[in-house]
């Protein structure tokens, strides 16, 4: 909380090279301020915090309405083109207790694409990462992003049918997340609208879990 009449949310994203994140992180603040783009080798090489713009009149808390602003630290992927497990680590180590080392946490993003189904062995590596740079709580604050979702819709898959199909490894890491999750189109022009519907929800998970912060000193 910076303000009495402003909530600042404090976000992270995570997830593997190339699934959206940087994307993902300009969809949240409305702004293009990470360098997002195709490529065979990983984009983004090092953390980077985004600040959205003051987005009045957005929330209401014990009765008085609230602006809201948007903190996105974005990140290096994992696996990642050029840098180690470790250099990934202690990269996010770092720019966690700069950026976030005095208000904490609310969410973790893990950004998933949709279009692609999620193994075991990929979603352990990811999850190792998480509780390595999270510690025991993480479950308590982490929602997973799908991102790609209009690939999604033009396969024709709806919501029900997806989830039936989707692989155990998803259903399970959705079940031990308290089914946290959201799907989102990075690839159109982002409409306002559709971007506070997005931090909408991302607001419920939060309230959800009574507004507390992970502390990542
Ligand atoms: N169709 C579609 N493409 C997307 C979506 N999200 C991201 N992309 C594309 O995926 C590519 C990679 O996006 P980035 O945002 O750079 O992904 P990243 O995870 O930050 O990648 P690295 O920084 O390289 O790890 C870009 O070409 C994006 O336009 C989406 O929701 N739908
Ligand atoms: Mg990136």
């Not at 909530?7 to 992180?25: D, F, W």
């Not at 360098?35 to 003051?54: A, E, I, K, N, Q």
């Not at 709580?137 to 024709?156: I, M, P, R, S």
Request: hydrophobic residues 40%; glycine residues 6%; negative net charge.
């Amino acid at each position: 909380m910076s303000d009495m009449d402003e909530m600042t949310i404090n976000l992270l994203l995570v997830g593997r090279t190339q699934s959206g994140k940087s994307a993902a992180g300009n969809k949240l603040l409305g702004s293009f301020d990470f360098d997002s783009h195709l490529s065979p080798s990983s984009v983004t090489t090092c953390c980077s915090l985004g600040c959205s713009c003051r987005i009045p009149g957005f929330t209401r808390r014990n009765g008085h309405e609230l602006a809201l602003r948007v903190h996105v630290l974005d990140t290096p992927g994992y696996p990642h083109s050029s840098l180690s497990k470790e250099e990934v680590l202690q990269a996010v180590k770092e720019a966690l207790a700069q950026h976030f080392g005095d208000e904490g946490l609310h969410l973790v993003l893990l950004v998933l694409r949709a279009d692609l189904p999620l193994c075991e062995e990929e979603n352990d590596r990811t999850i190792q990462l998480v509780q390595e740079l999270l510690g025991p709580t993480w479950k308590n604050f982490t929602a997973v992003l799908f991102t790609h979702a209009d690939k999604v819709q033009e396969a024709g898959l709806l919501a029900d049918e997806y989830f039936h199909i989707a692989s155990s490894t998803l259903l399970n890491l959705l079940s031990s997340i308290q089914q946290r999750y959201i799907f989102i189109d990075n690839q159109g022009n982002t409409l306002h609208q559709e971007r506070k519907i997005v931090l909408r929800k991302l607001m419920e998970f939060i309230r959800q879990n009574s507004y507390q912060v992970l502390l990542v000193k």
